[in-house]
RNA sequence: GCGCCUGUAGCUCAGUCGGAUAGAGCAUCUGCCUUCUAAGCAGAGGGUCGCAGGUUCGAAUCCUGCCAGGCGUACCA
């Protein structure tokens, strides 16, 4: 509906400047787009543009002396058809102020009501496939925090670019071989030794966490046997072979199921060990070396990646013949690229970001475009209760776990907080706060609002003994309190708020607008009253804070939390 | 050294393509429940937008240099 507004003024403003051209009023120029924006200031009418100052040295008049001009030319053509009724040219610095109708807006919440649940949908993907991949961690432990936050941006940036109008797919790519598997074996191998009695030593980078532990008891206690024969009888490389895949399977469904939990349904799962045994990392390795991008050296197989922007170049395949991280990341991501999405977004964490070149190098190298892939770099997140900071050292286990957060503060709490602050921003998350149930916690605030219109619901029934009126067919023309149109003016920005995030993928504008929607309408639940002894006026403000409702219960489902109807 | 991120109110942070007097929440102080949920509302105080230049009619925003913090800079993942 705003965007309608936006180009109903921009021809008006566009005409203007025809007319004024036509008058000899001013030379004729080309005009650059039009850009409305609200204005902060109530005074300032409900959009303004700022064309004047920007077309001001071309027409060789001051920006003040355009905008008079144009504002007098537009003035003219206002009439009741037409979508403003007012028009102003700012005395001091030149900006043209429109004050939209109330008949607009009301059009416009008209529209809203007639398609709950769609409000906030756009076509700007024009059904693009897009691929998201998050998470992705090895399945060597619990999740953590910091994957935690990645979980939670990488779901709701695809929600939010599915109501963009995107395909959507997450993806979570599991490194489930190479050196950090075969340290997991390793490690629940010695704490079974343990348990069974012997003296061991844990190396310092072996896991350490105690669920390592519960890993090794679990073989133990369960009598597990690989293939009908006890572990003491297997030679070690076999039974740390089959420690570490017991012990990757079991983490792999703890995940799952810790993901579950956490609101996040990823549609594929790629095994890196499976694109190794298909043979696709050899291939890519081959397809590099045949394009000149590969050389030998020290016995190591080198990818030129210094060639392609990175600052210097890598080892693919080390001397002892075993593959780097990088060549099966590759071979993963050139098998993405065969997959046809025209973009590809992966979520890492910052420590990964010395990463970026060397594997947008390796898509170069393979004459693939590396403007689809995008790489986002979530930072990492503190936890505090209140004041104090807690400890996050992973080496020791002691870190804290994406469960345990989930445990202490629950799903909705979790989500809203993790992207609550732009993902570029290291995020200091109080679980403390997460937990409160007072107005500071801003989670509860916003669902407070959804559940306080609900219980409005619930006294109008119980008051009339009458269910809710249809809401598409009711006259709004009484909303005319300013706290009313002020509601309605939010409402429809919803969309653009949407849009805009979705494509400059800044989750953080859903939750600071449904913040702002929030305070908008719990200061109009204080300053007016919905249901009243005007039957009309009542019908017109159950509508508004039906349509209120519909767009926050939207919102919050962009970003996985529930909207309770009661509190 | 080099690369990426960050620096805005006491604290945590918004600030879209450069636009009007830089905003919000918390904290502090003052008010509002016989009426739809006080998990709420109304109001007050609080700023050298890290520093210095530059571009521009106009800079928190763009450019350059510097300062501070975090992370990275592996034949680990």
């Known amino acids: 509906m705003l965007p309608e507004i936006n180009d109903r003024i921009s021809e008006l403003i566009g005409n203007a400047f025809r007319e004024a051209a036509a008058q000899n009023l001013l030379p004729p120029v080309s005009l650059p787009s039009v850009e409305l924006k609200i204005p902060r200031e109530k005074g300032h009418g409900d959009l303004a543009s700022n064309i004047a100052m920007k077309v001001a040295s071309r ?23 037409t979508i403003i009724s007012r028009v102003e040219a700012d005395p001091r610095k030149g900006f043209l102020n429109f004050t939209v109708t109330p008949g607009a807006f009301h059009d416009a919440l008209r529209h809203l009501l007639r398609v709950p649940g769609h409000w906030g949908e756009s076509r700007a993907g024009e059904g693009e496939k897009v691929l998201l991949e998050f998470v992705s961690a090895n399945p060597t432990g619990p999740l953590t925090v910091a994957h935690g936050r990645q979980a939670a941006v990488g779901d709701v940036l695809a929600n939010l670019l599915a109501k963009a109008g995107y395909r959507v797919s997450r993806e979570y790519y599991l490194n489930d071989r190479g050196r950090q598997m075969k340290i997991l074996g390793e490690s629940v191998y010695l704490r079974w030794r343990e348990l069974r009695g012997e003296e061991v030593d844990l190396p310092a980078d ?18 597990l046997k690989p293939a009908g024969r006890e572990l003491s009888e297997l030679p070690p490389e076999e039974a740390i072979d089959y420690c570490g895949t017991f012990a990757s399977g079991a983490l792999l469904e703890m995940i799952k199921k810790e993901l579950r939990d956490f609101g996040v349904e990823m549609e594929t799962w790629v095994s890196e060990s499976e694109l190794v045994a298909e043979g696709r990392v050899t291939a890519v390795l081959r397809d590099l070396a045949a394009r000149g991008s590969t050389y030998e050296k020290d016995g190591a197989l080198w990818f030129r990646s210094s060639a392609y922007g990175d600052e210097k170049d890598r080892v693919l395949r080390k001397k002892n013949g075993d593959l780097t991280y990088i060549s099966s990341d590759i071979a993963y991501h050139r098998e993405k690229y065969g997959r046809g999405y025209s973009e590809m977004i992966d979520f890492w964490g910052p420590d990964h970001h010395g990463y970026i070149a060397r594997l947008k190098g390796a898509m170069k190298a393979l004459g693939l475009n590396p ?11 503190t936890l505090y209760e209140g004041k104090k900071k807690l400890s996050m050292s992973t080496r020791m286990g002691e870190f804290i776990s994406l469960r345990q957060v989930l445990d202490k503060v629950g799903k909705d709490a979790a989500r809203y907080f993790f992207v609550r602050r732009r993902k570029e921003s290291h995020l200091d998350f109080d679980l403390e706060l997460a937990r409160k149930k007072t107005n500071d916690n801003p989670v509860y ?33 009484c909303l005319s309190e300013p706290a009313e149109l002020e509601l309605i003016k939010k409402l429809v920005l919803f969309p653009g708020v949407v849009k805009t995030a979705a494509l400059t993928h800044q989750n953080h504008l859903i939750p600071a607008y449904l913040e702002e929607l929030a305070a908008i309408f719990h200061s109009y639940y204080n ?27 939207e919102g919050l489902s962009i970003l996985g939390v529930s909207a309770p109807d009661s509190m």
């Open 445 to 477: 605030y916003v669902q407070y609002a959804h559940a306080r219109i609900n219980s409005i619901f619930k006294k109008f029934r119980a008051v009339t003994g009458r269910p809710l009126p249809d809401f598409t067919k009711i006259d709004l023309a």
């Open 371 to 381: 403007a689809r892939l995008d790489i986002i770099i979530v930072q990492l997140s």
């Open 527 to 553: 300053h007016c009253r919905v249901i009243t002894d005007d039957p009309d006026l009542t019908a017109a403000r159950l509508a508004l804070a039906r349509a209120t409702q519909l767009v926050i219960s």
């Open 59 to 81: 027409v060789k008049r001051s920006p003040v002396e355009t905008a008079k001009i144009i504002a007098s030319l537009i003035e003219k053509r206002i009439s009741r058809k």
């Open 206 to 223: 072996y896991y350490q966490g105690d669920y390592i532990i519960g890993l090794a008891r679990r073989i133990l206690e369960g009598g």
